[in-house]
């Protein structure tokens, strides 16, 4: 079988290896590939892998041969999927390989709002450290968390992950999840979202997007929060409303924010994010560990594998 990669340089940036898909056919990858390339380069592949780049209905329409197309992720919106069930296209992702590493990004962000520690390291090189008239400084409040309430939204696999790690740093645990509407579930309280808005220091976001959890945080859900909130998002980037939560940020209301996802990526110039104040933004990294794209690339391997002995695995249409 012809196997074609079309964006494989952030899955594999010459760190990991390709040799499992290379056993199991005809191999092409290609770093990245724009969209009016996509056509070309499928050609007569049976198997496409795909990280970001679209396939749509009209570029399914061209193809001649596509058997299998292998979501190089846990989200899959780049697939149209029901134009790939219509044409008898089998669509796999991979739900399982970040875990661990995506909720150990999730606390980071927590700390950094916390401590500060980049801002504070690069004051250091620049020398204030060295000219300051005490023997130590901090410039933005130092915050313990200890005794306070993370609200975490989802709360699933890396939900509860999340909740794990902050529980062992003494913090009440909170979640909602529409799986599950009561009762204690994996050490949190189950509560609604009006009561998690209005009862956590800390708001964590780990859900899906879904056209109900698009725009959740919001200027009205906001309203809602105790007064300098912290708000973490390392999930989807359209589950926030950017605006509103600059202009929450920039009045005080919000007291910080850290994401490593945003709207549409990579990030636009005129984000309303860039300019908030106690804003962190990272580009979208918290799945790239190594361990991670290791295990992502095993999982390809064994979704594909699974596909050519006729009992496919993950799939999503």
Known sequence: MKIVVLDGYTENPGDLSWEGLEQLGDLTVYDRSSQ???VERIGNAEIVLVNKVQLTKEIMEHTTNLKYIGVLATGYN????EAAKAK?????????YGTDGVAQYAIALLLELCHRIGE???TVFAGDWTTNADWCYWNSPQMELAGKTIGIIGYGRIGQKVGAIAAALGMTVIANDRS????IVAGAKMVDLDQLFSESDVISLHCPLFPETEGLINKETIAKMK???YIVNDSRGQLINEADLRDDLNSGKV???AVDVVSTEPIKQDNPLLVAKNMIITPHMAWASREARARLMAI???NVEKFQAGTPVNVVN
Not at 180 to 183: D, I, K, V
């Open 180 to 183: 599950h509407t009561e009762g």
């Open 227 to 229: 007064d300098g909130v």
């Open 36 to 38: 009016d390339q996509v």
């Open 300 to 302: 390809a391997v064994e």
């Open 78 to 81: 780049v697939v149209d999927v």
């Open 255 to 257: 007291g910080g924010a």
């Open 88 to 96: 008898g296209i089998t669509v796999t992702n991979i739900p399982t």
């Open 120 to 122: 504070h390291s690069t």
